[in-house]
């Protein structure tokens, strides 16, 4: 979450009252296993964004434990809808799995292995991709996710200003994922119709217009 904003989300995230069992429980098991989930003001909007769009064919990279798939899934659900969800870590994917069942859902495809591999092999098109995995290869997911978008269709980018990094003072170690993102923003900006909001870890939208 971006620090400068940290206040702002702690006031939005107060107001959100869950009472979904296993959604909770997803999200002790991340708060105790230091796993990495979406934000809950992030994870409204993109329920938000299914709804208000009647979503149908939605990709996610990066799974993890299947918190916001199981969001997703559940929202395009009424609309026919189905997920697809990739994750590389197979103690995670384990998990995601177990976490689908629980959930009783049956419009989940998840997959396991590296989103670069797996991405080119899906013979499917989506109307709405959710990349949240490796930040510093943003760049090729976008350009193996591009041509399987149908019209109209969103690509929602999450953690894209990287904790603030791309305007402040940052570890040296992640010299080369700030690099790599700050281009990916020019580009995005450049050649695509894009939006980049200051929320959660920074969240950038595509549409796609042909
Ligand atoms: C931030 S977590 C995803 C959180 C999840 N979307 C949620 O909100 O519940 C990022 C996940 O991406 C996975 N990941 C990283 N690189 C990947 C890749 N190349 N292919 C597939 N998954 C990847 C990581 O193992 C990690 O579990």
Redesign the pocket.
């Known amino acids: 979450m971006l620090e400068e904003l940290k206040e702002a989300n702690d006031y939005i995230i107060g107001k959100i009252k869950e009472t979904d069992k296993l959604i909770l429980e997803m999200e002790d098991y991340a708060k105790e296993f230091n796993v990495?989930?979406?934000t809950k003001e992030v994870a409204k909007y993109l329920e938000f964004t299914i709804r208000s769009y009647k979503i149908k064919n939605i990709l996610?990279?990066?799974?993890?434990?299947?918190?916001?798939?199981t969001i997703m899934a559940k929202e395009c659900f009424n609309f026919q809808g189905k997920l697809t969800t990739?994750?590389?870590?197979e103690e995670?994917y384990n998990e995601a799995k177990k976490n689908f069942e629980k959930s009783g859902l049956d419009n989940i495809d998840l997959h396991f292995g590296?989103?670069?591999e797996v991405i080119p092999k899906l013979d499917e098109t989506y109307d709405f991709v959710f990349m949240?995995?490796?930040k510093g290869?943003y760049g090729d997911f976008f350009d193996l996710v591009l041509p399987k978008m149908n019209k109209d269709g969103l690509i929602f980018i999450d953690n894209i200003m990287f904790r603030g990094y791309l305007y402040k003072e940052y570890p040296k170690r992640f010299k080369t994922i700030v690099r790599n993102l700050d281009k990916f923003i020019n580009r995005l900006y450049e050649e695509h119709d894009f939006v980049l909001l200051p929320f959660g870890d920074g969240i950038g939208i595509v549409k796609i217009s042909s």
């Open positions: 990495p989930i979406v996610e990279i990066g799974t993890a434990i299947g918190y916001s798939g990739i994750e590389i870590d995670r590296d989103a670069l949240d995995a490796a290869k």
